[in-house]
């Protein structure tokens, strides 16, 4: 789903080589993960998606360089 291709998007990049405004990003990336994990957790199935989409859009930008 989006959460996994998302958090493989990221495993994908080394945060300790990235500058200041991709960490910045890197880490809004991180943050979406997890809140859309929580939405999931309460079933609140609308926001998890819109989270996981940004965390998507986010990781791909950071895979790709």
Same mark, same amino acid.
Not at 8 to 13: M, P, Y
């Given at each position: 789903?989006?959460? +996994?291709? #998302? /958090?493989? @998007?990221? !495993?994908? %990049?080394?945060? $300790? !080589? =990235?500058? /200041?405004?991709?960490?910045?990003?890197? !880490?809004?990336?991180?943050? +979406?993960?997890?809140?859309?994990?929580?939405?999931? %957790? %309460?079933? @609140?199935? %609308? +926001?998890?998606?819109? =989270?996981?989409?940004?965390?998507? #859009?986010?990781? $791909?930008? =950071?895979? $790709?360089?």
């Amino acid at each position: 789903g989006l959460l +996994f291709e #998302a /958090q493989q @998007n990221l !495993d994908r %990049v080394k945060r $300790k !080589d =990235l500058g /200041q405004q991709a960490r910045a990003q890197y !880490d809004s990336a991180v943050s +979406f993960i997890k809140s859309a994990r929580s939405a999931l %957790v %309460v079933k @609140n199935y %609308v +926001f998890a998606e819109q =989270l996981a989409t940004k965390a998507l #859009a986010v990781a $791909k930008e =950071l895979a $790709k360089g």
